[in-house]
């Protein structure tokens, strides 16, 4: 066992420690020892490792941000310090990830290639920024095609709905009417909505009315591309119906011999009006 002697020696080597450790900035020159560099150093050692550190940051590539004021060369030398290519030629992109049916354009990607530059991209990032965009118009195109398809179905179930059994013959009409005048091409321009002027339903009903009147005035033999099966849209097949079936007509009168006629007319013209 240590005698009290030793105890004590034991203890005021471990207090002089101590001592050593809190003031370690007694030993360096007093004009530094309250640099704020300094407040995170707790002994010797961490100041030794905050050397070895800041020596290995001495050799490593850094890069300046420039200030407010900084010139476009300030700039231009900070990008070609993170990869910028020397020219915008300097970009070897891919085109990829584009909509269906589209094909790469020269021109477009040219343009790009000038405005990643002036942006001061790298070669990955312009190419990580082509792949998005072309994949956000990719999917924009693919969503107004269906959208359009939406529209084109919708339109002609309108006219189904309106034409009926004659669905067929009145388009055939409205036909008629742009071979008529040469004017084919214009059922192929396309609308702001991104449909066919063609399949619209209100031109196409437009064109019908255009083809009846022409078909009454100069006769269905001499208006080419109008000839019809006769079918009636419901309208027609209800004033057909009315008329059968007016009060005091053979339709009503059991007895009389063309009563069957009348009852099989009306019959005929009711399936054309509801299908």
């Known amino acids: 066992m240590m005698n009290e002697e030793q105890v004590a020696e034991s203890v005021e080597s471990a207090d002089q420690s101590v001592e050593s ?43 300046a941000i420039p200030g407010q004021h900084a010139t476009e060369d300030d700039w231009n030398e900070v990008y070609q310090k993170l990869g910028r290519p020397d020219s915008a030629d300097g970009y070897d992109l891919e085109v990829r990830h584009l909509a269906e049916g589209q094909e790469a354009d020269e021109q477009s990607l040219n343009w790009f290639k000038d405005v990643a530059f002036k942006a001061g991209l790298t070669p990955s990032q312009a190419q990580t920024l082509m792949d998005s965009y072309n994949q956000m118009n990719a999917d924009n195109i693919s969503g107004m095609g269906v959208d359009i398809e939406a529209r084109v179905q919708d339109a002609e179930r309108q006219l189904r709905q309106e034409y009926g059994n004659a669905f067929d013959d009145r388009l055939e009409l409205g036909s008629a009417v742009l071979d008529q005048f040469e004017a084919g091409d214009l059922s192929e321009i396309e609308l702001a909505d991104g449909t066919l002027l063609g399949d619209n339903p209100e031109v196409v009903k437009f064109l019908v009315n255009v083809g009846s009147f022409m078909k009454d005035r100069i006769g269905e033999d001499t208006f080419a591309g109008a000839k019809s099966s006769g079918a009636l849209d419901p309208s027609e097949a209800k004033a057909k119906l009315d008329e059968l079936t007016a009060p005091n007509s053979p339709y009503w009168d059991p007895r009389h011999p063309e009563r069957q006629w009348y009852v099989n007319e009306a019959l005929k013209y009711r399936e054309m009006m509801y299908g």
Do not use: C, F
């Open 21 to 63: 450790a809190s003031d370690w900035r007694t030993s360096i020159p007093e004009e530094i020892r309250g640099h704020s560099s300094l407040s995170h150093i707790t002994d010797v050692g961490a100041l030794a490792k905050s050397y070895v550190h800041a020596q290995r940051m001495i050799g490593a590539d850094k890069v």
